[in-house]
Nanobody, 124 residues
Framework: QVQLVESGGGSVQAGGSLRLSCAVS????????MGWFRQAPGKEREGLVV???????TYADSVKGRFTISQDNAKNTLYLQMNSLKPEDTAMYYCAARPVAAFCALVPGLFNWWGQGTQVTVSS
């Protein structure tokens, strides 16, 4: 069973930066897909960026150029560097994993495992 634990959320002013981390434990699939999602109150969960085990990435237009995903396989950790944050980025942020690289897309229903989330609040 794969377990995901996010950290790094917090409160920041608009224009600021945060770096989220997602520690992965359990079986690590070499052919995998991992991603970051967020959900604001009253809204559907939104896919932000996904990455395969071969470092192929797909970004949502809403975060392209501001957010960067990376992974450290030695540390079994996924990261999300968020720059130029806006108040509309306020949400609970989740990391997720899928055991295959195929269909690695910004669709929450494709992912098998989820973390508990970390809150990001951006004030104007």
């Amino acid at each position: 069973q794969v377990q995901l634990v996010e950290s790094g959320g917090g409160s920041v002013q608009a224009g600021g930066s945060l770096r989220l981390s997602c520690a992965v434990s359990g079986y690590i699939y070499s052919k995998r897909c991992m991603g970051w999602f967020r959900q604001a109150p009253g809204k559907e969960r939104e896919g932000l960026v996904v990455i395969t085990g071969d470092d192929i990435t797909t970004y949502a237009d809403s975060v392209k150029g501001r957010f960067t995903i990376s992974q450290d396989n030695a540390k079994n950790t996924l990261y999300l560097q968020m720059n130029s944050l806006k108040p509309e980025d306020t949400a609970m942020y989740y990391c997720a994993a899928r055991p295959v690289a195929a269909f690695c897309a910004l669709v929450p229903g494709l992912f098998n495992w989820w973390g508990q989330g970390t809150q990001v609040t951006v004030s104007s």
